[in-house]
């Protein structure tokens, strides 16, 4: 089929599910990542039979509602192609924005730096990046997420250090060291919302990056501050968390109930309270 016939036909199925716009991103973007075809498209090239394979395959699982970024196995963060696969949660632009704050905010060289819940790392490797010679830690629960962090880490060329941990577990915590930036977006939405939430979330990307454990939405931000209380971050450090937006008045009560100070919520440009920082003086 011609290059541009393909294209025109797709869109107008993929419209029926996504925006025209993002169905229009979307397309371009596998278009140039799988077939390398740029915009504008060929009137006279054709797809050969396997590509014509290939494409339809792709198409049935965007209508199945699978995240793009799963079908080409990447997904842009603050201008890097970081890995993705369904063990890791498609990093966000909100987070983007979380690792830009932290950065602008913390100037002083050789800090030692701990994300929590790293998945495909992308916090991590970027504080790595733009920290000056911070000394980048990162935990996960899951092995295979940490996997695809470490493969990341080395694609990135960044010496972060991976750890299998499960921070709600007392035993992982004490082997921590201290720290003086502690980060984490938490899995911080309750089961309970999982019947209101988008297909393309809740059927794809793993349930414990999402969800907490129990109906405790804030149980990742107290279990972290907990941990920074437990003497894991320095009396001058500073703690960041990506915030559920629709909680962040409690989370910023928790923290100073907790004993923290200089609580700031951030907005994002959605203008959503979307980060916390805190710190202990
Ligand atoms: C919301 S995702 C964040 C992933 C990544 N940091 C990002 O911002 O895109 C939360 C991460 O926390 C991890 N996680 C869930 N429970 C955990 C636990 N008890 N201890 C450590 N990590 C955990 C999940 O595997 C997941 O990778």
Not at 10 to 20: D, E, G, Q, T
Not at 31 to 56: A, G, H, V
Not at 150 to 156: C, G, S
Not at 167 to 172: D, N, P, T
Request: charged content about 25%; glycine content about 2%.
């Amino acid at each position: 089929m011609i290059i541009e016939d393909s294209y025109n036909e797709m869109i107008v199925k993929l419209s029926a599910l996504y925006p025209k716009r993002e169905a229009e991103n979307i397309l371009a973007y596998i278009f140039e990542d799988i077939f390398k075809q740029r915009k504008p498209y060929s009137l006279e090239k054709q797809f050969n039979q396997e590509q014509t394979t290939l494409l339809d395959i792709i198409l049935t699982r965007l209508l199945l509602h699978e995240p793009w970024q799963y079908i080409v196995g990447e997904a842009d963060f603050f201008g890097e192609k970081f890995l993705v696969n369904p063990s890791v949660l498609i990093p966000r632009p909100e987070t983007e924005e979380l690792v830009f704050n932290i950065f602008s905010d913390c100037k002083a060289a050789n800090l030692k730096v701990l994300d929590i819940g790293t998945g495909s790392g992308c916090i991590a490797i970027m504080l790595s990046k733009k920290m000056k010679n911070a000394t980048v830690h990162a935990v996960d629960i899951c092995p295979m997420a940490l996997d695809t962090a470490v493969e990341n880490a080395e694609r990135l060329n960044t010496a972060v250090k991976f750890w299998l941990c499960d921070i709600l577990q007392a035993r992982c915590r004490k082997s921590l060291p201290v720290f003086d930036v502690i980060v984490s977006n938490p899995p911080y939405i309750n089961p309970k919302e999982k019947k209101q939430m988008a297909d393309n979330v809740v059927k794809y990307e793993p349930h414990n990056a999402l969800f907490t454990s129990n109906d405790d939405s804030l149980e990742f931000y107290r279990e972290i501050l907990n941990f920074a209380n437990e003497g894991h971050l320095s009396e001058s450090g500073k703690l960041y968390l990506e915030l559920n937006q629709y909680l962040a008045d409690e989370t910023e009560i928790l923290a100073q109930s907790m004993g923290f100070r200089n609580t700031k919520i951030i907005r994002d440009l959605q203008n959503a309270p979307r980060m916390l920082s805190v710190s202990k003086t």
